[in-house]
């Protein structure tokens, strides 16, 4: 992985590599858009956001002209582009500045909240009705598929799964906005940590804490999408869901903190992504729930005062803005 870190930071040609090619074999496969987004992710932390911005929109034009080239649809290329510049790119180099000059990932992680939030009170300032929306979209896009796949579902039942479906799809944009901005900027600092600082990444990831404003939001979102009606009172659970996210990935720095101040096996964590593998959607519940009650409980300084040595107590400070510690 050094290798590979050296090569991004050799300079903007090796980069942009990496991330036009990245971007353009995400369509192909999805898990390339971290193979793009973390080459920019660690050039925005080592060199500062304005080369971030640099490679970002270099690469963009690269793209637009590549695809204008092969022929493809313009509405295509629009479409890919917006995503991929505003709702994958942006939020990256802002959560990476965040973090570059805080050098702290639960700065970041609320960075990340904060600009998905954003694209969650846009979306529903743009669509008004987002579950109509998002049911025409269903019905435009995906009940053909479930159909062409022969699911066996039937014609009652296949509008109960949309109708399910609609009622959450904007928190789910809003979540996948968050993961992913936050799950390239992971594997940036880690990048650069194996350079520059070994071991950093490990205890910058381990102490992500939000302290327990975070809970306020929570528990006024919930009064919120309660108490009011209308769009409001959707906007205001589609923001509870991405908190729910949010208090994921604290959950998950949760259970390997603990694993590491405990001296736990390395098994606890190798059975825990294998779980997700099968059950994502209820790991995740209860990480949420693990990071909720981290938050007013902060399980992890209670282990240290009770004097639990920890196998990261003697790694470097985090790197800084410019990759040195």
Do not use: C
């Given at each position: ?6 090569f991004?930071?050799r300079?903007?040609i ?5 991330i036009?090619?990245?971007a353009?074999?995400?369509s192909?496969?999805p898990i390339?858009?971290?193979?793009s987004?973390?080459a ?11 080369e ?11 793209i ?7 022929s ?5 290329i629009?479409?890919?582009l917006?995503i ?8 990256l180099?802002?959560?990476?500045q965040?973090?570059r000059?805080?050098?702290s990932?639960?700065?970041a992680l609320a ?7 954003l694209?969650?009170i846009?979306?529903?300032v743009?669509v008004g009705?987002t579950?109509?929306?998002?049911r025409?979209?269903m019905q ?7 159909e ?5 579902l039937?014609?009652?039942e296949m ?5 399910t479906l609609a ?8 979540a996948t906005?968050?993961y992913?901005?936050?799950t390239?900027v992971?594997?940036?600092?880690w ?6 600082n070994?071991g950093?990444?490990r205890?910058e990831?381990?102490a992500?804490h939000l302290?327990?404003w ?6 006024v979102l ?5 108490l ?5 009172a ?11 996210a949010?208090?994921?990935?604290q ?13 736990a096996r390395i098994?606890?964590l ?6 997700m ?10 990480l949420?729930?693990a990071?909720f009650?981290?938050s ?11 004097g ?14 410019d990759?040195?510690?």
């Amino acid at each position: 992985m050094r290798a590979i870190a050296e090569f991004i930071l050799r300079g903007r040609i090796q980069t942009l590599l990496l991330i036009v090619g990245g971007a353009m074999l995400t369509s192909l496969l999805p898990i390339f858009n971290h193979v793009s987004g973390g080459a920019l992710a660690l050039t925005a932390l080592r060199n500062g956001p304005r080369e971030g911005i640099v490679l970002a929109l270099t690469a963009a034009l690269v793209i637009t002209v590549t695809a204008f080239l092969a022929s493809f649809e313009t509405a295509r290329i629009e479409t890919f582009l917006f995503i991929l510049v505003l709702l994958v790119w942006l939020p990256l180099l802002v959560v990476a500045q965040v973090l570059r000059n805080s050098r702290s990932m639960g700065a970041a992680l609320a960075a990340a909240a904060a600009v998905s939030a954003l694209v969650v009170i846009g979306f529903h300032v743009m669509v008004g009705d987002t579950q109509t929306w998002w049911r025409s979209v269903m019905q435009e896009m995906l009940v053909p598929m479930l159909e062409q796949a022969h699911t066996g579902l039937a014609a009652d039942e296949m509008d109960k799964l949309v109708d399910t479906l609609a009622k959450v799809m904007t928190g789910i944009l809003g979540a996948t906005v968050l993961y992913t901005a936050m799950t390239n900027v992971f594997i940036g600092r880690w990048l650069q940590a194996v350079v520059y600082n070994p071991g950093g990444f490990r205890s910058e990831f381990h102490a992500i804490h939000l302290g327990r404003w975070m809970v306020g939001v929570a528990l006024v979102l919930l009064v919120m999408g309660n108490l009011t009606g209308g769009g409001l009172a959707g906007a205001s659970l589609d923001l509870l869901f991405l908190v729910g996210a949010v208090y994921s990935l604290q959950g998950l720095s949760l259970v390997h903190g603990v694993v590491a101040v405990t001296q736990a096996r390395i098994a606890w964590l190798v059975g825990l992504y294998l779980l997700m593998l099968f059950a994502l959607p209820q790991v995740v519940l209860v990480l949420s729930a693990a990071g909720f009650v981290d938050s007013l409980m902060d399980f992890r300084a209670r282990f240290r005062k009770k004097g639990v040595p920890s196998q990261g107590q003697d790694e470097p400070p985090p790197p800084g803005p410019d990759g040195a510690t």
